[in-house]
């Protein structure tokens, strides 16, 4: 490779004379943290899980049938806002573009 292609890679790190493996991504209190910090992978997971959750529970429901408003309203902040708004100070900021 050319030095223009050379990939970066990052210095070997030991703690307690234990050798720690490098990862793109990791998860910390459900929180999936990338190499970047950008949250990216976090956020995409999390709004994918949040559409199939809101198609789950819309997919009985229409004008003349299944829940009310009123309970919808409820099911969704209680499913879905709950997982967007955890951790979201540590992550949204970044990327509130993946929401439009």
Known sequence: KNS???TYAPPPLTIG???IK???TTRVLGVIIDDELSFLPHVKQKLNEC???WGLLTRTTNRVQGLNVRSLTLLFRTVVLTKLNYAAPTWMHNNLDVFR
């Open 4 to 6: 223009s292609q050379q």
């Open 17 to 19: 004379g234990k050798c």
């Open 22 to 24: 490098y990862v793109k």
């Open 51 to 53: 559409k199939k959750k």
